[in-house]
T-cell receptor, first 113, second 118 residues
Framework: AQSVTQLGSHVSVSEGALVLLRCNYS??????LFWYVQYPNQGLQLLLK??????LVKGINGFEAEFKKSETSFHLTKPSAHMSDAAEYFC???????????FGKGITLSVRP | GAVVSQHPSWVICKSGTSVKIECRSL??????MFWYRQFPKQSLMLMAT?????????EQGVEKDKFLINHASLTLSTLTVTSAHPEDSSFYIC??????????????FGPGTRLLVL
């Protein structure tokens, strides 16, 4: 079985500050890991993904994430938050092309001026 | 690349009517598409997996006779909510697997369809 844990429901940062959104996963086999962003009343946009290549993955909009097997983590970071980063962020895990995509419960990022 | 569209983006209908939602992969072929439902302030709930040319696989608790899914081509899947009732009001989102060119492990999502049943 696979699962994703996103602790907390809301993170608030100041514009220009570091963004850190945590994600821990559970998987019995090497996982595929994803971060998606959802803006209000929109679908999900793929930010980045880990598919067993480089452990540090760079995505769109300046985001990156590091796969740490020993910690079963895939935390999302961005050095400097922008107002446009305010959205809902979902971490997700999949164990293969034929397996389900399992989502965390999501976390809301707010950016203060 | 990897663009998925949905139509309509929102729909209001009367109780008892049926509503069809289309999901298209615009720049790639998708053997497998997925339908999700999202309640306010919650994560996505997988409703069914749709494979081109075969019957959809529904998740436990999802009524297949109420939520009809058809995947007639490699770029189009449809979800029909039959005899809709107010409790069917929700945000429905589809996704498509990226395939060989964009990663079969990756799902690309449509913009969603907001359904309101009066």
């Amino acid at each position: 079985a696979q699962s994703v844990t996103q602790l907390g429901s809301h993170v608030s940062v100041s514009e220009g500050a570091l963004v850190l959104l945590r994600c821990n996963y559970s998987s019995s086999v090497p996982p595929y890991l994803f971060w998606y962003v959802q803006y209000p009343n929109q679908g999900l946009q793929l930010l980045l993904k880990y598919t067993s290549a480089a452990t540090l993955v760079k995505g769109i909009n300046g985001f990156e994430a590091e796969f740490k097997k020993s910690e079963t983590s895939f935390h999302l970071t961005k050095p400097s938050a922008h107002m446009s980063d305010a959205a809902e962020y979902f971490c997700a895990v999949r164990t293969g092309a034929n397996s389900k995509l399992t989502f965390g419960k999501g976390i809301t990022l707010s950016v203060r001026p | 690349g990897a663009v998925v569209s949905q139509h309509p983006s929102w729909v209001i209908c009367k109780s008892g009517t049926s509503v069809k939602i289309e999901c298209r992969s615009l720049d790639f072929q998708a053997t497998t598409m997925f339908w999700y439902r999202q309640f306010p302030k919650q994560s996505l709930m997988l409703m069914a997996t749709s494979n081109e040319g075969s019957k959809a696989t529904y998740e436990q608790g999802v009524e297949k006779d109420k939520f009809l899914i058809n995947h007639a081509s490699l770029t189009l899947s449809t979800l029909t909510v039959t005899s809709a009732h107010p409790e069917d009001s929700s945000f429905y989102i589809c996704s498509a697997e990226g395939g060989a060119s964009r990663g079969q492990e990756t799902q690309y999502f449509g913009p969603g369809t907001r359904l309101l049943v009066l």
